[in-house]
């Protein structure tokens, strides 16, 4: 018997690697002849680094860079030696999860760390690089990441415009005339399910903007100061992406990466997927188990059950997940691909509870699905 343990990471919990490996042990204690392969997963936010990193055996990395509002940050990088494969997380360097909840100020924030990310992976002989940009906490169309990179942003005074955002409404003068040259030679892959605009009331401003610290009036202003960026930015390279699906994910950071480094995009979960060679795992299963902090009708959006589900289908192999909560809507999820799902905890219990006994709760739901699925291979004898 082959079960394939495929889960993303449970947010301030356990990362992918660590839930898999809780599931595994559980599976192991009632079925102990089964082959058990870990996958861990992720779809592009929070996580998708550690999960390529430890289903390629890849290397981790890490540079002191610039946080979103400045501040120096340890962010961390994978590395795949073999391909020349660098992973850059966005949220390492400009995720929202370094600022607390009265510090996020869209206007203000920046991506400039993730751009010298981006330029260590380039110093390191990258070939490709998959950029995930979940979890930001930015909203400046990227300029930031493009100025780490050589772009040079001036206001009506030739004076070097201020980062984030809102400052963009002052640009003058855009300067590309020192920008890495490398960014001509690597394949640069944006691992995203969004497809927003950069702008208008779909845009980056108006849908993510207000979880990033924004009023309803600061909305409106960056809203006009990243179409502001986008003007100059189409006069210069003589091409507008700012209305194409995606320009507008991580704060704008999809802009800057389709105009200026005609990066393709791509579902995260795909991305994961392909690296991490789940199909080939899948093919001869006889279950996958997978599983997210909380399922609900959100992860039809492209999140890594839904992911997993759609591989497994193909080749007619059952889904089960195991997520922290069972939210609403997740029985939608049956009918793509997922035959049973269940909560983690078993009766009344915090969050915090939850968090910190996790590991042992998805052992011991892994080991209740194995019995089940015992059960089930007795009544087929």
């Known amino acids: 018997m082959k079960i394939v343990i495929a889960p993303d990471s449970f947010k301030d919990s356990l ?6 490996s809780a599931i595994a042990a559980g599976l192991a204690q009632v079925l102990p002849q089964a082959q058990l392969v870990k996958c861990p997963m992720a779809d592009g936010g929070e996580g998708t680094m550690d999960a390529i990193i430890a289903a390629c055996a890849g290397e981790l990395r890490s540079l002191d860079v610039r946080g979103p509002l400045g501040e120096p940050v340890r962010a961390g990088w994978g590395w795949l030696a073999e ?17 607390a909840p009265a510090q996020r100020d869209a206007c203000r924030s920046s991506t400039y760390g993730t751009g010298q990310l981006i330029a260590a992976a ?8 998959i950029l995930a940009i979940g979890g930001s906490a930015t909203n400046d169309a990227g300029s930031g990441m493009l100025r780490a990179l050589g772009l040079k942003l001036f206001d009506a005074q030739d004076l070097p415009l201020a980062e984030g955002g809102l400052a963009l409404a002052q640009l003058a003068r855009v300067d590309a005339s020192a920008l890495d040259p490398r960014l001509t030679e690597v394949q640069l892959e944006v691992a995203a399910d969004v497809d927003n605009p ?19 009036e600061q909305v409106r202003l960056l809203d006009q100061a990243l179409g502001h960026f986008a003007d100059h930015c ?27 480094m005609q990066a393709s995009f791509r579902p995260g979960i795909e991305v994961v997927a392909e690296l991490a060679e789940l199909d080939a795992a899948v093919q001869d299963a006889d279950l996958v188990i997978t599983g997210e902090g909380r399922f609900d009708a959100q992860t039809l959006r492209g999140k890594t059950p839904f992911g997993v589900a759609r591989i497994a289908r193909r080749h007619g192999v059952p889904v089960v997940v195991i997520a922290g909560t069972l939210g609403e809507g997740y029985e ?21 509870q939850a968090c910190a ?3 042992p709760l998805l052992q011991a739901r892994a080991g209740d699905i194995a019995r089940l699925w015992r059960c089930a291979l007795k009544a087929q004898d």
């Not at 380039?122 to 690089?129: K, V, W």
């Not at 980056?204 to 990033?212: D, L, V």
């Open 234 to 260: 189409a006069a210069l390279l003589g091409n507008d992406v700012r209305d194409l699906p995606g320009c507008g994910a991580a704060g704008g950071m999809g802009f800057a990466a389709k105009a200026f």
């Open 15 to 20: 990362s992918a690697e660590g839930v898999a």
């Open 83 to 99: 391909s020349r494969t660098a992973i850059i997380e966005m949220a390492q360097a400009s995720g929202i999860q370094l600022l």
């Open 332 to 352: 939608q999820l049956y009918a793509h691909g997922i035959d049973a799902a269940f909560a983690l905890t078993s009766g009344p219990m915090s969050l915090e």
């Open 122 to 129: 380039l110093d390191a002989g990258a070939r490709r690089i």
């Open 357 to 359: 006994q996790a590991a």
């Open 198 to 216: 950069l702008c208008g009331s779909n845009g980056a401003s108006a849908i993510f903007g207000p979880q990033k610290g924004a009023s309803a």
